[in-house]
């Protein structure tokens, strides 16, 4: 998973839930074309925002109950959370300026 956070059912709640800084959760999936495209940005936007924001993802088959909690229907399929809670959303494959800009309005 590179430089991203693996964020699972058990790590969910500290890592996301009460984490004191904004988290990115990329919901992704092994077999997912555009998911493997943007697993790049993700690691980069990891590497950039290291210790600013938590930048994860969760393979939606070995999750599939936090995937169900969010309403993931599709992916790969980003979150923004901030002080616990869904801020933003993104669906599919972004330009890295994308999801660095929405990072920075949480900050």
């Known amino acids: 998973m590179g430089n991203a956070l693996a964020i699972t059912t058990s790590n969910f709640e500290d890592e ?3 984490s004191e800084v904004p988290v990115l959760v990329d919901f992704t999936a092994t077999w997912c074309g555009p998911c493997q495209r943007l697993a790049p940005i993700i690691d980069s936007l990891a590497e950039k925002y290291d210790g600013k924001a938590k930048i994860g993802k969760v393979d939606v088959d070995e999750n599939q109950d936090l995937a169900a909690q969010f309403g993931i229907a599709s992916v ?6 901030k002080g616990g ?15 660095a800009s929405k ?5």
């Open 76 to 81: 790969p399929s980003i979150l923004f959370f």
């Open 16 to 18: 996301v839930k009460n």
């Open 85 to 99: 809670e869904v801020v933003d959303t993104l669906s599919g494959y972004n330009p890295e300026a994308v999801f």
């Open 103 to 107: 990072i920075d309005a949480l900050l």
